[in-house]
Each structure stands twice: as C-alpha cells, then as structure tokens.
T-cell receptor, first 108, second 113 residues
C-alpha cells in the first residue's frame, strides 16, 4: 500500500510563530492530499485539502503546498494560537493511509 | 446537519469474547471506512465499503469481519478479542470515494480486559 511519512513527530512553537509539517508519499497515482486535526480524545476533522492539479491552497491562517514531482505536501500554519495545539495527520493513498501524526504545542 | 453515528461509544469486553460495533454513515455518502487508533497512534485503516460492497482492505485481522447492509449502515465484528485490540475504533464516510473529505464518527472505545 501507500507509504506516507510525516515529519516532525512533535513540534513546539511560540504563540504567533509559524508551524510547518511535511508529508511524503510513494504512490505517484495519488491525487488527493488532506490534512486532519485531532484534539485529544476527539475525532479527526479535515482542516484543509488539496488536489493534484493545484500547487497551493490557502484558508485564512492555514495553507497547504503540494510538490508532485518530489511527492511531498506540507501544512503551514501562520500566527499560531494555543487552540491550534493538537495532533495533525496527513493522509495519502486515497485516504486509506494516515501519516504518523505531528503533535503540535503552541506555547502562550 | 446529520453526522456519522457510531455505537456503542464505550465497550468493555473480556479476552476471547466477541464485540460488534455499528456505524451509520451520513445519508447519500457512498463510502464507509473503518479505522483503528491505539493510544498515541495514527488511525490504521482496516476496511472500506463502496456502495455496500467491500472495496479495500487494510490491516484488518482475520478475527475481524465487517459488512455494510442495505440501509448503508455498517458493522465491525471482532471475535477472540485480545488485549491488543483495545483501541478507539472510528468509522468515517465520504461522499466521493477516495478523493473527498472523510467525516468521522465520534468513535467507539473498546477496552479488552
């Protein structure tokens, strides 16, 4: 199946700073790249996604960039806030395979 | 708006017992996915159904089986439970198979003693 690698596994930033999380995938046929946010004990929820015909997508403080040649896509969160603290997962391979997650802590 | 409904929310079983989890997807969603999430782990894909037919299989143990019924609800059956089966089990549905947002239920927490 698809091999999705996610880095870093943990990330701590000061409030107001930016956070970047990166995922690489192996299946060149993948064409949909979502990012999910999961708070402790809660369900994962989609925060942003991108399709293979687009290189970048932005939604307020959140953006995703896709490099199909290098097979990686990244989540960018700007002006981080304490409520951004959560675990973030990317997914690939038609969403069957999640990355290993990044635990983001925003320090007030 | 209707969401994905899972039941039961919590379940406690003994080793070697059997458990059944139920999932009611969002109406008109054509694909249902089952995931297993251990503590501190990422969701592991178990199995999916497209239009009531099994479509893809992930790391589902042979002791587990699943099906989707005519009313589109799905059930995950787990037999000969082991301590390692203790996890949060999520069901998700999507409107477009493979390339659309996954809507997750709140999960069923299984504890095997």
């Amino acid at each position: 199946g698809e091999n999705v690698e996610q880095h870093p596994s943990t990330l701590s930033v000061q409030e107001g700073d930016s956070a970047v999380i990166k995922c690489t995938y192996s299946d060149s046929a993948s064409n949909y790249f979502p990012w999910y946010k999961q708070e402790l004990g809660k369900r994962p929820q989609l925060i942003i996604d991108i399709r293979s015909n687009v290189g970048e997508k932005k939604d307020q403080r959140i953006a995703v960039t896709l490099n199909k040649t290098a097979k990686h896509f990244s989540l960018h969160i700007t002006e981080t806030q304490p409520e951004d603290s959560a675990v973030y997962f990317c997914a690939g391979g038609n969403q069957f395979y999640f990355g290993t997650g990044t635990s983001l802590t925003v320090i007030p | 708006a209707a969401g994905v409904i899972q039941s039961p929310r919590h379940l406690i079983k003994e080793k070697r017992e059997t458990a059944t989890l139920k999932c009611y997807p969002i109406p008109r969603h054509d694909t249902v996915y089952w995931y297993q999430q251990g503590p501190g782990q990422d969701p592991q894909f178990l199995i999916s159904f497209y239009e009531k037919m099994q479509s893809d299989k992930g790391s589902i143990p042979d002791r587990f089986s699943a099906q989707q019924f005519s009313d589109y609800h799905s059930e995950l059956n787990m037999s000969s439970l082991e301590l390692g089966d203790s996890a949060l089990y999520f069901c998700a549905s999507s409107l477009v198979r493979g390339t659309g947002e996954l809507f997750f239920g709140e999960g069923s927490r299984l504890t095997v003693l």
